[in-house]
């Protein structure tokens, strides 16, 4: 009896993840480059690339996804969500500290040198880098559990079955 095929992703919907995970790798790579360099705004600089990052290990769990890398071992996508998860408590908590700062300094919108609410700006873009890895990681580990399910017939797609370690 043959294994059945991994139900997979709209090509689409992959290419359009692959554009906006190289744009935002360009982006951040760009923006960490020109406010070192420039502006000398050395946090939002660390937060862009940061971001790009981020980015960029969503374009590679992406990439890996295409080339059916996960086939071997789908389990291995559960670091990436945590990984994930861990960008972004390190965006929120990156923005709510700047935001303070912002506040409690009474500062306007600064380019040059220490501008806290253009770091916000960075912090909240490297949120929604930790966001869309663990949503992609997820959605790349749903399509194996449910061809899993397929395999072993009583196991729902939602319920514990793949998912477990044990």
Not at 4 to 17: A, D, G, M
Not at 112 to 130: I, N, Q
Request: net charge positive; hydrophobic share 45%.
């Amino acid at each position: 009896m043959e294994e059945p095929q991994v139900k997979r992703l709209s090509n689409f919907s992959v290419r359009l993840r692959l554009i906006f995970s190289v744009i935002g790798v360009f982006v951040g790579v760009s923006v960490g480059c020109v406010f070192a360099a420039h502006y000398k705004n050395y946090h939002v600089a660390l937060w862009g690339l940061l971001s790009g990052l981020s980015a960029a290990i969503a374009l590679g769990v992406t990439i890996a996804y295409m080339k059916q890398v996960w086939d071997s071992y789908p389990l291995r996508l559960k670091r990436f969500m945590l990984l994930g998860c861990f960008i972004q408590l390190t965006g929120v908590c990156g923005f709510v500290a700047y935001l303070v700062l912002a506040i409690s300094k009474n500062q306007g919108l600064v380019i040059y040198g220490e501008g806290y609410y253009l770091t916000c700006v960075w912090c909240f873009m490297t949120w929604k880098w930790g966001l869309a890895l663990l949503l992609y990681s997820r959605r790349y580990l749903n399509s194996y559990a449910e061809r899993e399910c397929i395999l072993q017939s009583e196991c729902p797609v939602s319920g514990k079955g793949f998912y477990s370690t044990t």
